[in-house]
């Protein structure tokens, strides 16, 4: 049965993932998710699971895919750096269509960077590093509760498309703790159950079927070609069926942000500050970073003053509003990097310079 908990983030994805049927973890130690693999591995074996450290993160995703393919419920984390290694073996699951679940708690770079928290990672994860024409689908939560949701939904969401998904949380989510309501258990898939819902898995043919073949290599470009046209549309479904997001007082509103994460909980206070100078502010929240919720821009008016990106990055995110924007207005942005956090304080601050107010 659910219930709630008072728990530090981290360890709330852990738990969401055992009992959204998660059998099978990999991962390499990397802050800010290190709870992540800690809790892994004292409670994934109790579940009937196996829990591997890998011996890098390179090894770790391979790993995964592995126990994807012969269709276990697989969870693969890491952080930022890890992240970046592991991109071939993303573009290797995209290629075979295997579902995955892969969490990335993002800290601040490039290269090593901070283990402080980050968002600078929104290129890497909706476009991503691997080679060739494939997605990922990323969900975007800003509460330790919405990750919670999203976890279970990632799952049936990776099944459903036989695709890789990404839980894009910053550190600060991963770190913090909050009140949790906790899914229900759901138990993890016999061998009969895998064979029935996963026709295409490698667990053996046992004289029943025949061999199923798992392959990257196509050395015929036709056979490539084909391949790619097969799978593809699944993605331009996606785009019309699973782009979600959040929406705050954006008709009518003086200036429209745009902030994912744990920016979005700070531009929200932000904007009650600016509601006390006269400014009426709004918000468009991505709860996916891909597909990229473009039909929530149809909301802000044409007398908009201020369209605002808002990241924890250089500007990565803002491409994106842009590009929803079709041209109507410009975006600006007000970011930090590095590491750093924003305030409400300074998010209000730097909108009313920007709309010609006070130095």
């Known amino acids: 049965m659910s219930e709630k908990r008072l728990m530090k983030g981290n360890e709330a994805f852990a738990i969401a993932a055992i009992r959204n049927g998660c059998r099978f973890y990999f991962g390499y130690p990397i802050t800010p998710q290190n709870e992540i693999p800690e809790y892994m591995s004292r409670e994934l074996n109790k579940a009937g699971g196996q829990f591997l450290q890998a011996e890098s993160e390179l090894a770790a995703v391979n790993m995964a895919f592995g126990a994807a393919c012969a269709g276990g419920k697989v969870l693969l984390s890491s952080s930022s750096p890890g992240i970046a290694l592991m991109q071939e073996g993303m573009s290797y699951m995209c290629s075979v269509q295997v579902p995955i679940v892969i969490l990335n708690v993002m800290r601040g770079g490039p290269g090593v960077g901070t283990i402080q928290p980050g968002q600078a990672d929104y290129n890497q994860v909706t476009r991503g590093g691997g080679n060739g024409d494939y997605h990922i689908i990323v969900y975007a939560p800003s509460s330790i509760q919405e990750a919670v949701d999203m976890i279970g939904k990632a799952y049936e969401v990776a099944e459903e498309y036989r695709n890789p998904v990404i839980i894009a949380v910053d550190g600060m989510i991963g770190q913090m703790m909050e009140p949790v309501v906790l899914p229900e258990d759901k138990g993890g898939m016999s061998e009969d159950e ?77 904007m009650e500050l600016l509601k006390e100078q006269g400014i009426n502010a709004g ?43 079709k041209g109507r207005h410009e975006v600006d942005l007000i970011n930090r990097v590095g590491g750093m956090l924003l305030s409400p304080a300074e998010i209000a601050e730097r909108t009313i310079k920007m709309m010609g107010g006070a130095e």
């Open 194 to 270: 895998i064979d029935a819902a996963k026709p295409w898995a490698l667990t053996g043919h046992k004289d029943r079927r025949d061999r199923n073949v798992i392959k990257s290599l196509h050395l015929k470009q036709d056979e490539l070609e084909d391949l790619i046209n097969e799978y593809w549309p699944k993605y331009e479904r996606a785009e019309r069926e699973l782009a979600d997001y959040e929406a705050i007082n954006v008709e009518g509103a003086d200036v429209v942000f745009v902030a994912y994460g744990s920016s979005a909980r700070v531009t929200v206070e932000a």
């Open 283 to 325: 918000l468009i929240r991505p709860k996916t970073l891909w597909p990229f919720p473009e039909k929530a821009f149809d909301l802000i008016s044409d007398d908009v003053k201020k369209v605002i990106s808002v990241e924890l990055s250089q500007g990565q995110m803002i491409y994106d509003v842009r590009l929803a924007m």
